[in-house]
């Protein structure tokens, strides 16, 4: 089993009209909680976290589990969730899907470096968005988001 640091770089701006009820802004993780990242200078939020990775080049592509990883193992993405406070039919106000499709061997052996990272900066992406984002190799954190309990 592999493992890479990723990293999710947006503002917390809701992707739609702002809805008027109190919402939490975070990484969901498979027990759809919201973990809140990190508050950067310019008015970002950083999500850093780790993805196991199976496979090899020659079986196909990567295949990515961990806490926060969502689908099926064919197609998995992460979301960026605005969760509704208390219980609702309809936890989440809005819902981005960050596909992981993006992510080939070439940038997993890359990441797998020490103290590096693969970072998507997904500022003003759209929910139901299924295009694959645009991921770079960055310095990796000192510390990832712990995996949710």
């Known amino acids: ?3 890479i640091n990723i990293r999710l770089v947006h503002d917390g701006v809701q992707p739609g009209a ?10 969901q993780d498979a027990n759809g909680e919201v973990q809140p990242g990190t508050a950067k200078p310019g008015g970002v939020r950083h999500f850093d ?6 496979g090899t080049d020659a079986a196909g592509p990567p295949s990515f589990s961990g806490a926060f990883a969502h689908g099926p193992p064919s197609g998995r993405f992460l979301y960026l969730s605005w969760k509704r406070a ?4 309809a936890p989440y106000g809005w819902r981005i899907k960050v596909p ?3 992510i ?3 940038e997993i052996r890359a990441a797998e470096k020490p103290g590096k990272c693969l970072q998507a900066n997904v500022v003003g ?13 960055e310095k990796a954190p000192d510390t990832p988001t712990p995996p949710a309990r």
């Open 49 to 54: 976290f780790s993805l196991d990775v199976k």
């Open 18 to 27: 702002p809805l008027d009820e109190p919402l939490r802004f975070g990484l």
């Open 86 to 89: 208390g219980k609702h039919v």
């Open 100 to 102: 992981l499709s993006g």
């Open 125 to 137: 992406r759209r929910p139901h968005k299924i295009e694959a984002v645009k991921w770079r190799l």
């Open 1 to 3: 089993m592999r493992r």
């Open 104 to 106: 080939g061997w070439a």
